[in-house]
Each structure stands twice: as structure tokens, then as C-alpha cells.
């Protein structure tokens, strides 16, 4: 699951989803079409010409109560992804966005599901972390740090990269393609 706010959200599910040959779902396919509207046009506008917005929200989402609101508004916009899953009973459920843990945390309520976050972020927020998760997957050190300093417990914590589409794991040829591209042979950066 993921939500289509960035591509980097996207990309890694679609890389698990060609390495596990299951689906890739987009919550936000599963809620009201202004939403999805909303939170794809509006994140790309605020990132660009309103960053200081976008701070904003990082820095309230320290409060507990703000995120309490939050995952409940986003409970009620994305209710249609809480009866997708109703349908299908996953026992696993692979996030690689924020916007559904707290939807699958009320769905683990009543299915049997463990839950996986593929953090693709480096830094991180509050509203990654629930006590619902049962594993984080990070890139860095960093990440780890931070998520644990938000009070996840070590041993729910993997570290080891991001997801990668297959393209990225084949062995190339690089003096072909430095060639190719009108690069020197030598190292360059």
C-alpha cells in the first residue's frame, strides 16, 4: 500500500509488488476522487510553493492530540481502503506511506495481519509510528535512530536500503554506458 503523494512511495511498492508478485494498491484510489485530487496536487503545490506550511505540520505533529485528529479525519476520508482490506484479509500488509497505518492499526483490531512500514523517507515524523507496527524497514542508521528516539524498540527496526525495481539490480557494463553517455573512463562523481 501506498499513497501517491511523491513518487517515492510508488516506486517502492512497485518494486515490491514485482518482487513478491502481489498487488500495489494507491489508498488514495480508495477514497473520494476531490481527495485523492486534493492530497496529490495539493502535497507537489505546498512542497513547492509553500514549504514553510509543510514544516508547519511536522513540527504539530509532536502533539499527540494532533495526531489523534488526523488519523481520525483520515480514517473517515479513506474508510473505503478499511473495507478493501475487510474483503481481502491480508495476512501480511506492506505500507510504504504514512496515510494507512492508522486505518490497517483499526483493522488489526479485528483480522489477524502483521504489519510492515517500509519507511522511504530519510527523516522521520510521528505519524510513521504507531505501536501497531509491527516491523519498520529503513534505509539508514539515521532513520533508525530517529524512529527509536520516537520510542520504537530496536528489535522492530531493520536496517538495509529501499526497495529497488529489478532495472536497478541487473550488473551493467559501466565503461559501456560511461562511453555511451560521453563520460571518461576514470572514476567521476
Given at each position: ?20 508478485n502481489s ?16 492530497y496529490t ?5 505546498m512542497v ?5 506550511i ?10 499527540k492530540?494532533v ?8 480514517f ?11 474483503t481481502?484479509?491480508?495476512k501480511?500488509i506492506i505500507?510504504t506511506?504514512f496515510?494507512?497505518i492508522?486505518?490497517v492499526k483499526?483493522?488489526k483490531?479485528?483480522?489477524?495481519t502483521?504489519?510492515?512500514?517500509i ?7 510521528p505519524?510513521?509510528?504507531d505501536?501497531?507496527?509491527d516491523y519498520y524497514?529503513v534505509?539508514?542508521?539515521r532513520?533508525?535512530g530517529e524512529l527509536?528516539?520516537?520510542g520504537v524498540?530496536?528489535?522492530r ?5 529501499i ?9 551493467t ?7 555511451k553517455?560521453?563520460?571518461d573512463?576514470?572514476e567521476t562523481i
Amino acid at each position: 500500500m501506498y499513497a501517491s503523494c511523491g513518487e517515492g512511495h510508488k516506486i517502492a511498492a512497485s518494486a515490491l509488488s514485482d518482487e513478491f508478485n502481489s498487488p500495489s494498491v494507491d489508498i488514495l484510489d480508495l477514497t473520494f476522487p476531490f481527495i485523492k485530487k486534493f492530497y496529490t496536487s495539493g502535497y507537489t503545490f505546498m512542497v513547492r510553493y509553500l514549504s514553510f506550511i509543510w514544516k508547519l505540520i511536522f513540527l504539530i505533529a509532536k502533539s499527540k492530540p494532533v495526531i489523534m485528529f488526523i488519523n481520525r479525519l483520515n480514517f473517515l476520508l479513506f474508510v473505503h481502503f478499511y473495507e478493501f482490506l475487510s474483503t481481502k484479509s491480508p495476512k501480511f500488509i506492506i505500507v510504504t506511506h504514512f496515510f494507512p497505518i492508522y486505518i490497517v492499526k483499526i483493522f488489526k483490531k479485528t483480522f489477524n495481519t502483521t504489519l510492515i512500514v517500509i519507511v522511504t523517507d530519510i527523516g522521520v515524523h510521528p505519524f510513521w509510528v504507531d505501536e501497531c507496527v509491527d516491523y519498520y524497514f529503513v534505509a539508514m542508521d539515521r532513520t533508525k535512530g530517529e524512529l527509536k528516539n520516537l520510542g520504537v524498540k530496536e528489535n522492530r527496526i531493520i536496517t538495509g536500503g529501499i526497495p529497488l525495481r529489478a532495472g536497478f539490480k541487473r550488473k551493467t557494463d559501466t565503461l559501456r554506458i560511461r562511453k555511451k553517455i560521453g563520460l571518461d573512463s576514470k572514476e567521476t562523481i
